[in-house]
């Protein structure tokens, strides 16, 4: 999400999947300490992403970097520009030796101490940032002390590849890190690609996989009511992506994208020196995040989109300005829902124009400028006259009604969820859910079709019900049928896309299983049934390295 004052980028969920897609009966996780819970309704979510803004903290670091220019021929203000300069960029090699080879300097263990920060090294962090009286140093020894506390939990795993680091709990964190892995390495590959870049960009990236929220918090220094009120289910600062359990959520969150997300973040930071805009690097990160996994630039869920066909109507804009404040200052979800869409929408449509290297060379403008030069040289035009282009191509060709089928914006305390259940409705789907206990599973499919019928908007939690019990009845097909003719959006309810990958298995169409048990999976990663139907479609397909890896999966879960 957006870039904190010390150049982090936040990530926010957009949607909430459930973890078995039953809250009905209470079936979702708890969230770990720390973490804010559900309420409990259909659809609803706890918080939470890719996809920053201010704090009070590092006020003072703003101070330091954009104060007053020091005079022309002193050796020290120029040393310190060369630094703060390479900080911004997260630029390691340039602030070693700046450090080794220049002359020293009263502000050294400072510097030094930030060095040992990016590098990961903390116990010498806290010690030279201990023994500093720069406010910029007051500002990270919080971060880092808190960091050493967290990492006390954690263990350590490298990706078969040395490229990416995981820190995470022990025990049952473990099920992610081979999708975290999975992604990381094809985002990596991807991003790197388009960016016109030919290896990687040096030490393995650091990913931190937090317990909760409140370790969230300790670990970036960001306020815990921040990361509530916005949602932020993940941090990329200080040369490291901080992210927190998916069972921190009592319905998971889609992790894999998270981190492609944050890797665009990554690389936008060490490609442009520091220099790339908030609401740039928040428009590619999310136009790029499901694009690791072949989907669309530019793709974002239904309830983003009909956000912004809503803004598009009513001519509601965020603009570019507000967004530069970071998406943390926006104050409601839906908000940042829709400054999400609106860049993704933007960078989709900007390379749709300019070309698929229209992002690289945007950045590298950047990395030797500022964003009006870089844009004027790139598109012919300054951002915001290139994104008023935009909204007025936008505008010509708006729906004249946004879609009306279920969305979700699921966030803690923003009173934001899926429409609830009337009572004799939700009476009759708990009925249903009794029939399908005793095993009457055509019975309960009945009175759930009864209930679908008479709705004007199909409810997810009735679709999942009535597909799992047309799947349990033996009548795959039946669930499938359902699944297709109230085209809900499978991504945004993650358990319809579990209910398809399995009716898919039962009906012996295995290949075409894998995509809609993968989206399941990289919401939630414990579900040992999905394992097993996954490993099944991997085995018929030839994949014995894959199945075997999901037979193992399985016995991870809960």
Known sequence: MGRLHRTGLVAMVE???????????GSGRRAASGAPRGRGRPGTRARPRGRGGSIPLLAVFLAVLLGAQPGLGSPRPIRETVLQTAFQGWDLSAMRRELVGGPSGRDD?????????????????????????DPLARSLLPVVRGSREVAAGLVEAMSPGQRIRVIHPPGTAEALLPYL??????????????LGVREDPGEALSVWLVPSFQDMARVTGLERSQLDAAGAVAVCDLRRVVMVTPDALPWGYPYADTLAHEIVHY????????????????????????SWRGRPVGEVGRTAARLLDTATLQRRWIPL????????????????????????????????????????RLVEEMRGGDAEIAFLRVVGARPGEWFLAFLRERENRAPEVPDP???????????????????????RVRLADRLAGTQRFLSAATLLREVLAAMPVPHPEVVGRLARVLRQGGRPEEALAVLDQTALDEEEFPWLARERGLALVGAGRLPEAVDPLLVFVRTDPWEGEAHRALAEAF????????AEREDRLRERGR
């Open 15 to 25: 949607s909430a999947p459930a973890r078995m897609g039953w809250p009905l009966e």
């Open 181 to 194: 892995f999975e992604a990381g390495d094809a985002a990596l590959d991807l991003f790197l690609d388009r």
């Open 405 to 427: 089928r279920p969305g979700m914006v699921m966030r803690e305390g923003t009173g934001e969820s899926l429409s609830a259940l009337a009572p004799e409705v939700e009476a």
């Open 109 to 133: 263990v400072l510097w030094w101490g930030v060095l040992k920060l990016l590098e990961g090294d903390l116990p010498s962090a806290d010690h030279f940032l201990s023994r500093s009286r």
């Open 267 to 290: 690389l936008l930071t060490i490609r442009g020196g520091g220099r790339v805009p908030i609401w740039f690097q928040e428009g590619v990160a999310k136009a790029w995040e499901r």
């Open 539 to 546: 085995r018929s397909m030839g994949h014995r390295d894959l």
């Open 321 to 360: 300005d507000r967004i530069e404040k970071g998406l943390l200052s926006l104050g409601s979800s839906d908000a940042v829902q829709l400054a999400f869409a609106e860049l993704a929408a933007f960078m989709a449509w900007t390379t749709a124009r300019k070309g698929d290297d229209a992002v690289a």
